[in-house]
């Protein structure tokens, strides 16, 4: 029997992997998650399977990669086909909370050609990605009336009909005006709300109140912050925890931006690539993340602390994890999307509490995982496995559990790129048909496969930061060739048999004589 | 303004290339076909997308690839979610009406899923995969309720519960014993119904009554035979139509058996392998399958003989086509799948009866021409081209109407195959996962990644009949190599964002600021 009962699956929006101290970011404390981490296993190489909120949620949530579920960027809607997470946990009576952002964008074309009543309860369910909401907000926009949040901070006594945009990104500068944050010029200001009503406090607040409501009932909760995801402005105290000196060297040298590839360079002229290519951007905002995430592990404490005396530590699945991290100048890029590892690393961190996993608490794994990974994972800790002829992760307890030795593992992540939508893609001329990438990446390599543009190769071994493009090399053009070979690989096995199960599939093989028909008989 | 009022789409079942007269048969005289390719236009090199009727025939339907719409082999159900030729016409509020078979199987659990009524009117679409069901008839199982070919059968006398077992596919021996078709042993001869109660004279009236119903009112037609498919009983004359010696000669030698393939080699231990091998099967079968196809043919040359007097030809579409061929003992095979020539290659004629397609009326064309180009093809016909970003064929008006040279045109087709479902896979100790292939054939090369298998490649110039496998020839590595990684770019252009438009795509680009995100301003 799993001692499992709970799943809290946490996400944070935009976190680089190397942001928290367990991951051994020097001046950057995150007590907190780090004594998850020491609770329960930490992974060391955990990767998306694309570089940006959209794609790489739905990945979390459906268990497929991009090229599978077809949400392929922010604003794709993610196909009513899609069977999500919650989903599964529907179809075992079970519901999947949310408190927070999940990016679904619905699919209103094919809920509408399906004659789906958005107001059924099935269409509510599609509609919001299979989650139960207790309160969606996805932040970076005015929150509608999915969220309790801006009611909330109007009874805190922030007048405005707007008070996200009036108070929450907004400071008031030296000579008294009131200032946006998203310029990010002035995000060295304190935000204009109280430290306690701010976007963190009040998500966390939604999980600690849906806890104590559920008193001993199982649940399952995504809990989903917005930040330390733009527009980049903290709440004070957590705005001045950092100087600009605390905070991690910039990952770029000159020798990039010579004979560069073209998209990245395409990305290099987009409006946040140009700010984050000033150093007096990078020394305003990556304080101000940086506070964002000492806020973050903060009101974790305060989560996990009212966990442990709930006594649902004993009997809770954790997951922590985010969709993908934040250049902050690295690259000369700001931003997300590409390829490189500040972008596709995550941290992620399982507390398993069952007795089984007592075999790798405290551990920190170096076996690669994916998002895809998180509802397998999900699925089996509630005694589930979910239907191998969609689910394309691996359940992680085969690591967590201790893997024995003779159990393979994969050895290379995939992540993909749907720049249609960007700028990028009108700089080179492209259609929104071929303008695609993706990557491949091994233990020494970093690979990425561009649709009717050069390709790129980065060894990690010899050049960890990922400083140098081998794409155009010579001599590694067989590495180029191998990795190709597994991208083909990789494709081909897609799940895209998405209508029977593979158990169907055994009971149907041979099975024409007994439906009556007897081709080949002489 | 097009020319085109009404469509007629004719697919004939289980049909080779090369067995009509106008393809080069030398006895198997197909003149109402022949009359048909001079009125309009001939493709030479026509290949089917799958080389089984499911997965082609899906594709005939939808415009996509198997690895696309998913129903990768005959029992696999085409998910709701893909859109068929009919619901495209549909949206244009017409019907695309359906005589004959369709393989269509209905994705029942995905429309459980999503509470669709299947007695509802979308419901009654989607399972009939966008069809408006004449008569729905898909051979070689005893017909349902669907078809009325049963009932037609018993008012003409042929008194039996299951009148298509007991006559139209039974025969009477020397010794006076009603014998089966099954056994295909038995069919040198004639079948117990009379020719004119034959599925194909049956089906081509369903057709000429269609016709006749609509008087002038337009209409899209799928008349869709199950011929010359076994159980390969034909109706007296057809069935002494032809001789042994009248037929093609065998394209197979021992060579082939030596070191084959291991999936090849394991389709030649299943029994129509083994039934085809001997020469008195093949001297048996082949020359009832060329009746088959006479009649059909004789059936056609009614059929437009209607449409003449009627005035149709001047305004009708027809195109004339396969699912796939047969192997009638080549390379040591009986029935259909994998990807020789023989099964790949289908007759594909177009009689466009605009004035553009006189540019080309008449001629053989050698551009290379897929199963997913017919939706494209009748779309632009009828005046409303479908979604780009669905539809993954092309318009054959492109090269009907005489196509400027600069015009790019394809110079490579794909096709897949599923053998889950067969006792290959099982030979070879597969799961229903790996048991897949892909091919890619050039006007020169054939080429076949397998998963977990070796590849295959045949010279079609050295060797057009594809009797050495240069699939291990360390001389072939870089050809090889050249056509994985076409292979490769065609899976990754694959057509998965399926949820928003192009159009749609191009609106959205660079929409954040309009949407009140102004990230990455300093």
């Not at 497929?64 to 075992?92: D, F």
């Not at 990028?424 to 009717?452: C, E, F, H, M």
């Not at 990690?460 to 400083?467: N, S």
Request: hydrophobic share 35%; proline share 5%.
């Amino acid at each position: 029997m799993s001692a499992v009962q709970n799943v809290l699956f946490i996400m944070a929006d935009q976190l680089r992997a190397d942001h928290l101290s367990c991951y051994g970011h020097p001046y950057l404390q995150t007590p907190s998650l780090d004594a998850l981490a020491a609770r329960g296993a930490r992974f060391e190489r955990a990767f998306v399977n694309s570089g940006v909120c959209g794609p790489s949620r739905m990945s979390y949530y459906t268990g497929r990669y991009p090229s599978r579920h077809g949400a392929t960027w922010n604003r794709v809607p993610l196909s009513v086909n899609e069977i999500t997470l919650g989903e599964y946990l529907a179809g075992q009576g079970r519901e999947l909370a949310l408190a927070g952002k999940t990016h679904i964008i619905p699919d209103k074309a094919g809920m509408e050609r399906l004659a789906i009543d958005g107001a059924s309860e099935l269409g509510v369910l599609l509609a919001r990605g299979g989650f139960t909401e207790l309160d969606r907000y996805d932040g970076h926009h005015t929150p509608g009336e999915e969220s309790g949040y801006p009611a909330f901070l109007r009874r805190h006594g922030y007048d405005s009909a707007d008070p996200w945009t009036d108070y929450v990104i907004a400071g008031v500068d030296a000579d008294g005006r009131v200032v946006s944050g998203w310029n990010m010029r002035n995000v060295h200001l304190p935000s204009r709300v109280a430290e306690p009503h701010s976007e963190t406090a009040y998500m966390t607040d939604q999980a600690l109140d849906f806890m104590k409501r559920r008193g001993g009932q199982p649940w399952v909760l995504h809990l989903s912050y917005v930040k330390p995801h733009w527009p980049y402005m903290a709440p004070a105290p957590y705005h001045q925890r950092y100087t600009a000196d605390q905070c991690l060297p910039l990952r770029r040298n000159h020798e990039e931006l010579a004979d560069a590839h073209p998209v990245v360079a395409a990305y290099r002229q987009q409006e946040e690539s140009v700010s984050f290519s000033s150093d007096e951007c990078v020394r305003v905002v990556r304080p101000a993340y940086q506070g964002l995430i000492r806020q973050l592990d903060d009101h974790l404490g305060r989560l996990f602390d009212y966990m442990e005396s709930a006594g649902l530590m004993k009997n809770t699945l954790i997951v922590f994890t985010a969709d993908h991290g934040d250049f902050l100048g690295d690259h000369w890029l700001g931003e997300k999307e590409l390829f490189y590892d500040t972008v596709q690393r995550v941290p992620f961190i399982v507390m398993d509490p069952s007795v089984e996993a007592d075999a790798t608490r405290g551990k920190a794994l170096a076996d690669m995982v994916e998002s895809v990974d998180l509802v397998p994972t999900v699925l089996r800790a509630l005694g589930t496995p979910g239907p191998c002829h969609l689910l394309e992760g691996r359940e992680l307890q085969t690591l967590l559990h201790g893997r024995d030795g003779a159990t393979p593992w994969r050895d290379c992540v995939f992540s993909e790129l749907d720049y249609s939508f960007r700028q990028a893609r009108i700089l080179r001329g492209k259609t929104p048909q071929n303008a695609r990438a993706w990557s491949v990446r091994t233990d020494r390599w970093r690979y990425v496969y561009w649709l009717d543009e050069p390709e790129q190769l980065f060894d990690l071994h010899a050049d960890p930061d990922e400083y140098q493009d081998l794409g155009r090399s010579s001599a590694h053009a067989s590495t180029r060739l191998a990795l190709r070979e597994r991208l083909l690989d990789w494709m081909l096995r897609g799940k895209r048999r998405t209508t029977i199960s593979d158990e169907a599939v055994e009971k149907a093989t041979n099975a024409h004589k007994r439906a009556g028909v007897f081709f080949g008989q002489w």
